[in-house]
């Protein structure tokens, strides 16, 4: 039997840069998409929320002078983008797969209910939940926790090119230490870049657990789903 039912998988958006500094980075898309259809040809309901730092990132663009809002704006159409091309690469990887969005913007993708979401996820398609929460001042972390909540997932999967939950960046501190589980609280304290604040309160108060894990390394979402000690587990 399968640990979990029906999962959100957030992606990084610079994940899908593999390679290349910006972008989508073909091979890593396949990747992704070879990896996703081996977990849903086991019955898995599969929802996914994709960042669009590859791309466009709003605070970034705030930082350099253009307007919150519409900088904002501009990070969710790059994920928009971005769902778009995991979705392309699911559909050639024989994938069943959907793509809604937080605004309407027919015929790009369908708007984001919470009961079409649930419906296309019953019928057995990979859903992206495209466009972020719909809102500026909200990141993808958050619509990914808001996702996960509103489609009662079991778990939401954290994919990176980081193994897991550390002490430090391990990318900058090659003495971080990492972590096997730690609590919402303990991120809380220890002040862990993990997600943004908004986010972890979300997964914490709804009680949604959360697995950080190493997505660029192939068949870890496999592994995730046999419940092997893949990454770091945080819980309330």
């Known amino acids: 039997m399968n640990r979990y039912n029906r999962i959100l998988l957030k992606l990084s958006g610079e994940s899908l840069a593999g390679e290349k500094t910006c972008g989508i980075d073909e091979v890593r898309l396949r990747e992704y998409a070879l990896q996703i259809r081996a977990v849903a040809e086991r019955g898995i309901q599969i929802g996914i929320v994709i960042g669009g730092g590859n791309i466009f990132r709003g605070l970034s663009g705030a930082a350099k002078g253009f307007d919150r809002v519409r900088s904002d704006q501009m990070g969710m159409l790059a994920t928009v983008i971005n769902s778009l091309a995991l979705h392309s690469a699911l559909e050639a990887a024989g994938v069943r797969a959907t793509v809604l969005t937080a605004t309407r913007m027919e015929p790009v993708g369908e708007f984001y209910s919470r009961q079409r979401a649930v419906e296309h996820l019953q019928q057995g398609h990979v859903v992206m939940m495209a466009g972020g929460t719909g809102n500026p001042f909200f990141t993808t972390d958050t619509a990914a926790c808001l996702r996960a909540v509103e489609i009662e997932a079991d778990v939401i ?8 939950i550390y002490t430090a960046d391990p990318e900058k501190n090659p003495a971080a230490v990492k ?10 304290a220890a002040g862990l870049k993990v ?18 894990f190493d997505m660029d390394t192939a068949g870890n979402l496999q592994k995730v789903m046999d419940g092997e000690p893949v990454g770091t587990s945080v819980t309330r």
């Not at 999967?157 to 897991?164: A, P």
């Not at 972590?179 to 809380?188: G, H, K, L, P, S």
């Not at 997600?195 to 949604?208: E, G």
């Open 157 to 164: 999967l954290k994919g990176t090119r980081v193994d897991g």
């Open 179 to 188: 972590y096997d589980e730690i609590t919402f609280d303990e991120i809380y």
């Open 195 to 212: 997600m943004d604040l908004t986010a972890i309160t979300l997964c914490r108060d709804n009680h949604m657990p959360l697995i950080v």
